[in-house]
């Protein structure tokens, strides 16, 4: 099974799951999974499930950042919930520092709130 899959994609919130230790495969895998929906469905907003999370294989250091490049336009917002511990290397992967849309961490019992930042409404959102 790989440690990274698409769970769902409704009402423009792609929902993904990690668990385990990723690898690079599996990380260009979801990243091509992702770019398809993208493509499919336009701007669109991003639920990360990092459950039972391990890290990432030693050669994976998130700085391919071609993804980010290519389909940042198309992410909204982004939303990891996850342990504390993987704050920081969340971060590194989404590009956090530099991206343009907002990239937000919660802990595993703060689903709800992170499931209503991804639904607020942006300003530059028609009808906001």
Request: hydrophobic share 40%.
């Amino acid at each position: 099974m790989m440690s990274a899959r698409i769970l769902s994609s409704e009402s423009q919130i792609i929902t993904m799951l990690i668990e385990g230790k990723l690898t690079a495969g599996e990380f260009a895998s979801i990243q091509q999974s992702l770019r398809s929906l993208l493509v499919k469905h336009g701007k669109s907003r991003i639920l990360v499930l990092a459950e039972g999370f391990a890290g990432v294989q030693p050669s994976d250091d998130g700085s391919d950042t071609s993804f980010r490049v290519e389909n940042g336009g198309l992410i909204e917002r982004v939303a990891i919930i996850g342990e504390k511990k993987w704050e920081d290397l969340a971060a590194i992967f989404t590009c956090k520092s530099v991206r343009k849309s907002p990239v937000e961490f919660f802990q595993p019992a703060e689903l709800r709130q992170a499931r209503a930042w991804l639904e607020q409404v942006t300003r530059d959102q028609p009808g906001s």
